[in-house]
């Protein structure tokens, strides 16, 4: 099992910023995929940004430029910095750690509000 904690939600106004952490712990590959979703109400839960434990990226058309993940490995933490927060980005943010492999599951953390005012 694999226990992801979240935090740095907030309120925030559009312009400014806010950075994100996850704190994973447990059974954690070696080889591992870490990344940030998020539900907006009344909408799907959408990917934001993934990073490989190689430190590979990937992001979401509508934050690129303004988020960046990163991870520290020795801590098993993955980061996103937010940058420009618009009204939109307004969301639930959940982390997801996906242990890569025939034996990798798919662990979700329980989620931190971020509520960007207009």
């Known amino acids: 099992q694999v226990q992801l904690v979240e935090s740095g939600g907030g309120l925030v106004q559009a312009g400014g910023s806010l950075r994100l952490s996850c704190a994973a712990s447990g059974s954690i590959f070696r080889l591992n995929v870490m990344g940030w979703y998020r539900q907006a109400p009344g909408k799907q839960r959408e990917l934001v940004a993934t990073i490989t434990s190689g430190g590979n990226t990937n992001y979401a058309d509508s934050v690129k430029g303004r988020f960046t993940i990163s991870r520290l490995n020795a801590k098993n933490t993955v980061y996103l910095q937010m940058d420009s927060l618009k009204p939109e980005d307004t969301a639930v943010y959940y982390c997801?750690?996906?242990?890569?492999?025939?034996?990798?599951?798919?662990?979700w953390g329980k989620g931190t509000l971020v509520t960007v005012s207009s």
């Open positions: 997801k750690l996906q242990n890569t492999g025939p034996y990798g599951m798919d662990y």
